[in-house]
């Protein structure tokens, strides 16, 4: 049987572009003469709709949509597609997480989604009621068997503690299925591709079956969805890894020859990738078409502009260096230097004067105060003022600059230098900004290498570096990585080998931290747990050591 991948980037509440995306791919998947063509979960609708689900408007546009689809699709081939429908039922949630199988004008067959994520970004359980039936439909010589996305997870524990009681695809698979269709929207983060592999692997080798694994590509609001459909044989082997990021239609035939293919994913490559991706879908689906930021001549905001870049094309992309008085020339220089590079916009608004008459103000309340944090954020504020300004008078979004170790760890001002519309690099600890910069001028040098070697300094005071206030960025993200990713607390991080004051210190930091996150621009997720919806904190609460 030849099988049509429709690896798509649909659009949230879309309905008129995404279903003709759709509609474009079944019409080429009936003249190569595919049987069956295979769309991601809610291809119709965009995903995740969130609590557009709570809006009749929304409902109903999904499914004058589908009723569209029934009416202009060609006769002849079976096309999968997801969308939301009406719980059938008469008890639990109004709505389920459904793929329906479209053909001749006709849903020959549906099947809801039974495992509902709750954890990380996931929030399924809040809108839609699991399957209880699990039934193959005859499609040629083959059943075909549907287990959307999460419901191939049952033998995994994708989140700590998380362990389902039931096995879509074991009971299709009881039930005669000969064929997975797995229909998927799986945000990236890096080594996911190769869960996804050792999954199908394991259905491959316990149940007999090929999987088809159809994912989503593009990016709505923080996540992003790297494509990367995979298909593997009755062994589990892989005979097809999709194109990263990107759309693409494949034709698969199952009963052909197909050679085994190996899996390869590489860091730093696919990092710039889904970042560049990430700026590129939200600026497009939210209507922005020009982006500027703070060019400091530090590596994170060089690494932002290159992101920029390379995302909307430099010509609209625009940079600003914004001196002090504690700037240094080098920084200068680099800034400019790279803004060159990349051929982007490059202007300079300096603020001393205005720092100058700000502290002009604030002499008669401060007075018998030390110089301290205060006058550095100061400085920080009116940066994003000017910046905000900007934004305002010319329709530009704003890009944020600050790195997740930073935005963890509270060093980063609140209404300066965390104002904008997106964090790009909010899910890059320090160290895999400086590997992924290291990355981009792996052929020709694009960033300055001074802005690589020097030591990080936020230049707000004096002589001021990073390391005055914080431990060395290799053992800072160590402990981050354990706390944040993993969920050690203080005494389990401590046995792996860090100090244990220094646990406590970083530990209170992020702790007192929090209220500045509930605040941040959304952040690019890129990592198994980002700051934002992935990672929901109370603000008022005890800072403990766990």
Known sequence: MKIAIGQLNSKVGDFPGNRQKILEIVWRAKEEGASLVVFPEMALCGYPPMDLLDHNAFLTENQVSLEWLKEHLPGGIAAAVGHVDENPSKSGKSLINVVSVLKDGQ???????????????????????????????????????????????????????????????????????????S???SPYFHGKGKIRADILKRI?????????????????????????????????DLIHIGSRFKEEFTLIDLAGENSVVELHEEK???????????????????????????????????????????????????????????????????????????????????????FQGYLSVLEPHFTGKEPDVTEENIQARIRGNLLMAYSNKWGSLLLTTGNKSELATGYCTL?????????VIGDLLKTEVFALCRHINRDEVVIPLNTITKPPSAELRPDQKDVDSLPPYEVLDGILVLYLIENLGKEEIVERGFDPELVSWILKLVGRSEFKRVQAAPVLKVSPRAFGTGRRMPIARSIYEA
């Open 107 to 181: 849903v020959i067959h549906q099947q809801a989604k039974t495992l509902l994520p709750t954890y990380d970004v996931f929030d399924e359980a809040r809108y839609f009621q699991q399957a209880t039936e699990w039934e193959s439909f005859s499609l040629g010589n083959e059943q075909v068997g549907i287990a959307i996305c999460e419901d191939l997870w049952w033998e995994t524990e994708p989140s700590k503690g998380t362990r389902y009681p039931i096995d879509p695809v074991g009971n299709l698979l009881s039930r005669g299925a000969t064929v997975i269709i």
């Open 183 to 185: 229909p998927s929207a």
């Open 204 to 236: 491959g080798e316990t149940g007999g079956v090929p999987v088809v694994y159809v994912n989503a590509t593009g990016a709505n609001d923080n996540l992003i969805f790297d494509g990367m459909s995979l298909v593997s044989n009755g062994k589990g």
């Open 268 to 354: 730093e490559r696919d990092l710039l990738e889904a970042l560049v991706l990430g700026v590129r879908d939200y600026l497009h689906k939210c209507g922005f078409k020009q982006v500027h930021l703070g060019l400091s001549g530090g590596i994170d905001s060089a690494l932002v502009a290159v992101i920029a870049a390379r995302a909307i094309g430099p010509e609209n992309v625009r940079a600003f260096t914004l001196p002090s008085g504690y700037s240094s020339e080098a920084s200068y220089s680099d800034a400019k230097e790279l803004a060159e590079n990349l051929g982007i916009g490059f202007d300079e608004m300096p603020i001393d004067d205005l």
């Open 415 to 423: 209404y300066g230098d965390m104002c904008g519309g997106l964090s």
